[in-house]
């Protein structure tokens, strides 16, 4: 059974930081891209980061600089250490899994960051 277990989400101020987890089970981890996206109400879901199996990694320009992806396959998870947040950057948060194909295999339940004041 595939399951993308997220945690760390939540309501952060201006400037504020958050290290969101994504736990994969039912998967042989090292093969997967691993990759954070997020949707606004209203928005396209867009990709925020990605790393690879053998840790190449890439970031949307709206949060390079800010934002770091990592994975610990000894863990099979996911981090993504937002610093520097905006109000912008509200939105849920969804991580997903995929091997070779464009579309994302599997994705977790989505955890909520709201920035603001």
């Known amino acids: 059974q595939v399951q993308l277990v997220e945690s760390g989400g939540g309501l952060v101020q201006p400037g504020g930081s958050l290290r969101l987890s994504c736990a994969a089970s039912?998967?042989?981890?090292?093969?997967?891209?691993m990759g954070w996206y997020r949707q606004a109400p209203g928005k396209q879901r867009e990709l925020v980061a990605r790393?690879?199996?053998?840790?190449?990694?890439n970031y949307a320009d709206s949060v390079k600089g800010r934002f770091t992806i990592s994975r610990d396959n000894a863990k099979n998870t996911v981090y993504l250490e937002m610093n520097s947040l905006k109000p912008e950057d509200t939105a849920v948060y969804y991580c997903?899994?995929?091997?070779?194909?464009?579309?994302?295999?599997?994705w977790g339940q989505g955890t909520q960051v709201t920035v603001s004041s």
């Open positions: 790393v690879t199996n053998d840790g190449s990694i």
């Open positions: 997903g899994a995929n091997r070779n194909a464009l579309a994302i295999d599997y």
């Open positions: 039912g998967i042989t981890f090292r093969f997967y891209r």
